[in-house]
């Protein structure tokens, strides 16, 4: 399975962007972006996914390298709300399209 | 609304006993998913259902059992619980594998 490799951790200001960084070298030309959060005590929530192109929707926006060997998550106004942990996660046919977390980036969003 | 719901959201039981999850979704969704998250925050897949057919059974104890009635609804059995079984469980569904999952709010196992 191709991997991902995420920060621990990040910490940002309310009301300023963030940028969440995914390594994903391993990535085969088949292999979708996703990105997941969850919140404490919740499920986890579909944030955005891509293939090749950036994508933007209401949550967030996915820039995704040329190459598709990195990606990141762009939040453009953290709000308290969005303090959660991130999970980049590569989906692949080959395995049903099976999304397999890692640990993902927990994010911190202070006042 | 529209959504993933799970039954029970809390389950208290003991080593030994044989407990029932529910799920539905009226989503209208073709797949369902069941993931384990333990106590290290970890979420793993344990199964999945496409239209009733199981296409992903990841390595889970035989104890646990899946059941899809139907394509709305994915059941997980788990005979003999065990201590380690102690998790919260995420019941989840997609339209097309490829696209976004949409996951229900957990129900959390305690074995004691």
């Known amino acids: 399975d191709a991997k991902t490799t995420q920060p621990n951790s990040m910490e940002s200001n309310e009301e300023e962007p963030v940028h969440l960084p995914c390594n994903h070298s391993?990535?085969?030309?088949?292999?979708?972006i996703h990105w997941y959060r969850q919140l404490p005590s919740q499920g986890p929530e579909y944030v955005i996914h891509g293939l090749t192109s950036n994508v933007n929707n209401r949550m967030a926006s996915l820039a995704i390298a040329e190459d598709r060997k990195s990606s990141t998550l762009i939040l453009h106004r953290a709000t308290l709300r969005d303090a959660a942990v991130y999970y980049c996660?590569?989906?692949?046919?080959?395995?049903?399209?099976?999304?397999?977390f890692g640990k993902g980036t927990s994010l911190l969003v202070t006042p | 609304d529209t959504a993933v719901s799970q039954t029970p959201k809390y389950l208290v039981t003991q080593m030994g006993n044989d407990k029932s999850i529910k799920c539905e979704q009226n989503l209208g969704h073709d797949t369902m998913y069941w993931y384990k998250q333990d106590s290290k925050k970890f979420l793993k897949i344990m199964f999945s259902y496409n239209n009733k057919e199981l296409i992903i059974n990841e390595t889970v104890p035989n104890r646990f059992s899946p059941k899809s009635p139907d394509k709305a609804h994915l059941n997980l059995h788990i005979n003999s619980l065990e201590l380690g079984d102690s998790a919260v469980y995420f019941c989840a569904s997609s339209q097309e594998r490829r696209l976004g999952y949409t996951f229900g709010s957990g129900t959390r196992l305690t074995v004691v």
């Open positions: 996660i590569l989906s692949d046919p080959n395995s049903g399209y099976a999304l397999n």
């Open positions: 391993t990535i085969s030309g088949t292999d979708y």
